[in-house]
T-cell receptor, first 115, second 114 residues
Framework: GAGVSQSPSNKVTEKGKDVELRCDPI?????LYWYRQSLGQGLEFLIY????????KSGLPSDRFSAERTGGSVSTLTIQRTQQEDSAVYLC?????????????FGPGTRLTVL | GENVEQHPSTLSVQEGDSAVIKCTYS??????FPWYKQELGKGPQLIID?????GEKKDQRIAVTLNKTAKHFSLHITETQPEDSAVYFC?????????????FGKGTHLIIQP
């Protein structure tokens, strides 16, 4: 594809509901990252996938957050029992190699609003 | 872990003037420092990066300087244009974005006054 795509672009949900956010990385990119951007803040690193390897989940803010990457390509970030403090823009990025100085290409993000 | 501080949070300059954004980092092991530009409603886009083995890098109107001793790095934009208006983020990493990802500053909203 032309770039990293994310869906949905906007998601409004009620407190306590579960949400799934999807990321399609650039074709051929082996590394995939999830970040969270709260209003007026920088980007907070959440999780990183390198190919089919098990991810390092230590950056996830709570056990309500989980992520998976199927077949080394598409990734889904799931937030269970959403809280108002989960409201943010969730950004996905991919790069061609995860352990070197390679540019991370970002998607447009999913804006999550928890009412 | 790494901590990145970025200043100023907002910067307004006249079109044609220069803009400077400064960042400091805490982890002396960090060796990769990218700068991203984020326009409204879009994801961040890399505009320039520098590695710890050099002190300065330039690309047309954009330059970045790195002082490893003081643990700070700066973005310089010369001859600013209206399309330079955006939010700019600095970041640091000691693996170039591996398992620890990038640690970002909180961003600088650059406003170019016509």
């Amino acid at each position: 594809g032309a770039g990293v795509s994310q869906s949905p672009s906007n998601k409004v949900t009620e407190k306590g509901k579960d949400v799934e956010l999807r990321c399609d990385p650039i074709s051929g990119h082996t590394a995939l990252y999830w970040y969270r951007q709260s209003l007026g803040q920088g980007l907070e690193f959440l999780i990183y996938f390198q190919g089919n390897s098990a991810p390092d989940k230590s950056g996830l803010p709570s056990d309500r957050f989980s992520a998976e990457r199927t077949g080394g390509s598409v990734s889904t970030l799931t937030i269970q029992r959403t809280q108002q403090e989960d409201s943010a823009v969730y950004l996905c990025a991919s790069s061609s190699l995860g352990i070197s100085y390679n540019e991370q290409f970002f998607g447009p993000g999913t804006r999550l609003t928890v009412l | 872990g790494e901590n990145v501080e970025q200043h100023p949070s907002t910067l307004s300059v006249q079109e044609g003037d220069s803009a400077v954004i400064k960042c400091t980092y805490s982890d002396s092991a960090s060796n990769y420092f990218p700068w991203y530009k984020q326009e409204l409603g879009k994801g961040p886009q890399l505009i320039i990066d520098i590695r710890s083995n050099v002190g300065e890098k330039k690309d047309q109107r954009i330059a970045v300087t790195l002082n490893k001793t003081a643990k700070h790095f700066s973005l310089h934009i010369t001859e600013t244009q209206p399309e330079d208006s955006a939010v700019y983020f600095c970041a640091a990493s000691n693996t170039g974005g591996g398992a620890d990802g990038l640690t970002f500053g909180k961003g600088t909203h650059l406003i170019i006054q016509p």
